[in-house]
């Protein structure tokens, strides 16, 4: 079953950081020329931010962007992003775990980010894909080898054929790809001191030997 998520910037706040002013503002991506860089490297700066690189994914659909900021860790070592559009005002939740995602299992586990609870979710197949509905969302999973991706909306904003259409697009990324798709986090710098977390903000944490001067 897949795990409760936790990622880097929840969804519901993808449009308000749309419109806020300042430099902080999320920006949906377009097309850029990436860095040069190897599959290696590419790895090593995913893991860097907690992710296994083998569920990493894309996905395309028109109209959408990736907001780049969304990226990030969901459940485990999960991905996840949101896709953009100003146009409709929507977004897309492409979300990646381990996992899988049968008949018994799928009503049991909820949709997008959600952590489950009274909402009752509907499953139908569709071809190899589940279609799942759930108080005005909706999803569609896509089981692959040891891991599920999804690909979520709301039922208002997104129609099925689109959400279908994006599901069926997800793909893991080619090198150009994944630079694009994660952010560049440096690794820390050689010889850095590793921070502590057992010791009071003032003092060294030894005991008390203040005596007086005769002692």
Not at 1 to 21: D, F, G, K, Q, Y
Request: with cysteine.
């Amino acid at each position: 079953m897949i795990r409760s998520a936790r990622t880097l910037l929840p969804l519901a706040i993808l449009p308000l950081l749309l419109t806020a002013c300042g430099t902080e503002r999320v920006v949906v991506a377009e097309r850029e020329p990436p860095p040069v860089l190897d599959r290696v490297e590419l790895d090593a700066r995913a893991r860097r931010m907690g992710i296994a690189p083998e569920l990493i994914y894309a996905t395309e659909s028109p109209g959408f962007g990736l907001a780049r900021q969304s990226v990030g860790v969901y459940g485990g070592d999960g991905f996840s992003a949101a896709y953009w559009s100003r146009d409709r005002g929507a977004q897309l939740l492409l979300l990646v775990d381990r996992g899988t995602m049968t008949a018994d299992s799928c009503p049991e586990q909820p949709i997008g980010q959600g952590a489950g609870g009274a909402a009752k979710v509907t499953c139908e197949r569709d071809g190899e894909l589940w279609y799942r509905t759930s108080a005005g969302e909706h999803e569609y999973a896509v089981p692959e080898d040891g891991h599920v991706v999804r690909i979520s909306a709301g039922t208002a904003l997104v129609d099925r054929d689109v959400l279908r259409a994006a599901a069926r697009a997800a793909h893991r990324p080619a090198d150009a790809e994944l630079a694009f798709l994660l952010p560049h986090m440096p690794p820390p710098p050689p010889g850095e001191p590793i921070e502590r977390g057992d010791l009071p903000s003032h003092g060294d944490g030894a005991p008390n030997n203040d005596v007086g001067a005769s002692g």
